[in-house]
């Protein structure tokens, strides 16, 4: 949101790490958002041949992409946990970067 003045509702997450619960929750908590999993594992692969498949009037886009998160992690950490995390992890890469 800083970066790109845009205001972000939701991240989305697909590939090998969407199998781990606890990395999922903890990007939810963390960044204060949703995090919404796919139904499909290798959403980057799907997105190419969806496209292919619109291009060529096969798909119509509406009706692909209307919902396809099976699951949604939501924000669960207190604010002060939050915060200490985030202290923690500054300073291991303060500490790394020395």
């Known amino acids: 949101s800083k970066d790109s003045g845009l205001s972000i509702q939701e991240l989305g997450a697909d590939g090998g790490p969407t199998h781990n619960g606890y990395l999922m929750q903890t990007q939810s908590d963390i960044s204060r958002l949703t995090v919404a999993i796919s139904d499909v594992a290798e959403v980057s692969a799907l997105?190419?041949?969806?496209?292919a498949g619109i291009s060529v009037g096969l798909y119509e886009k509406e009706k692909l992409f209307a919902q396809r998160a099976r699951v949604r992690y939501t924000p669960k950490m207190?604010?002060?946990a939050r915060q200490q995390k985030l202290h923690d992890w500054n300073r291991a890469i303060e500490l790394l970067s020395r």
């Open 78 to 80: 207190s604010e002060e």
């Open 47 to 51: 997105g190419a041949a969806y496209l």
